[in-house]
Nanobody
Framework: QVQLVESGGGLVQAGGSLRLSCAAS??????MHWYRQAPGNQRELVASITRGGFANYAGSVKGRFAISRDNAKNTIYLQMNSLKPADTAVYYC?????????WGQGTQVTVSS
């Protein structure tokens, strides 16, 4: 089974930037996603990207975050700029595979005010 490993989370001040990475252990032909979950909240979609590079974003991050994909490296990225305290959450990578959706273990992003 394909495994996903996220990295790049951390603590940053408001207005700062972080770049998350998600590396898959094998080729992913379906859409890949970034979701996030803050304490007490449901997991929400942040951004998605198809294998061909078509991306879509949640309204709350549009213009600040950018998702990208390197199919040769089986990796997606999330460049997060102009971070806000409201962006604080555990960020999860997801991949659509033949049997459903695979998830990574998550990486914590904390934005201080």
């Amino acid at each position: 089974q394909v495994q996903l490993v996220e990295s790049g989370g951390g603590l940053v001040q408001a207005g700062g930037s972080l770049r998350l990475s998600c590396a898959a252990s094998g080729s992913i032909f379906g859409t890949m996603h970034w979701y996030r979950q803050a304490p007490g909240n449901q997991r929400e979609l942040v951004a998605s990207i198809t294998r061909g590079g078509f991306a879509n974003y949640a309204g709350s991050v549009k213009g600040r975050f950018a998702i990208s994909r390197d199919n040769a490296k089986n990796t997606i990225y999330l460049q997060m700029n102009s971070l806000k305290p409201a962006d604080t959450a555990v960020y999860y990578c997801g991949a659509d595979v033949a049997i459903g959706r695979r998830w990574g273990q998550g990486t914590q992003v904390t934005v201080s005010s």
